[in-house]
Nanobody
Framework: QVQLVESGGGLVQPGGSLRLSCAASGSGFSLYAMAWYRQAPGKQRELVASITKSGRTNYADSVKGRFTISRVNAKNTVYLQMNSLKPEDTAVYYC?????????WGQGTQVTVSS
């Protein structure tokens, strides 16, 4: 069993930055593929970025060059550094841990980009 707790969300002006953190409890963190998803009001949840257990990363086209996902296995933590934020980045951001067939989600953290 893995529990995920996100933090770091908040209100930021367009062009600003935020860093989200997702702390995992339980064992085997280094074996999990980790990802950040987001869901805006009235929209489906979408993948933002992912990182494999070996560190390979993948990004949605809408955030490439602006967001960076990273993980520190020794701290059981995955990060999402978000730069050059836009109003369309406003959403609840969720952390996900996957190791087939296991799949875990955090409770989400709100990110609001507005002037």
């Amino acid at each position: 069993q893995v529990q995920l707790v996100e933090s770091g969300g908040g209100l930021v002006q367009p062009g600003g930055s935020l860093r989200l953190s997702c702390a995992a409890s339980g064992s085997g963190f280094s074996l999990y593929a980790m990802a950040w998803y987001r869901q805006a009001p009235g929209k489906q949840r979408e993948l933002v970025a992912s990182i494999t257990k070996s560190g390979r990363t993948n990004y949605a086209d809408s955030v490439k060059g602006r967001f960076t996902i990273s993980r520190v296995n020794a701290k059981n933590t995955v990060y999402l550094q978000m730069n050059s934020l836009k109003p369309e980045d406003t959403a609840v951001y969720y952390c996900n841990a996957a190791f087939w067939p296991l799949d875990y989600w955090g409770q989400g953290t709100q990110v609001t980009v507005s002037s």
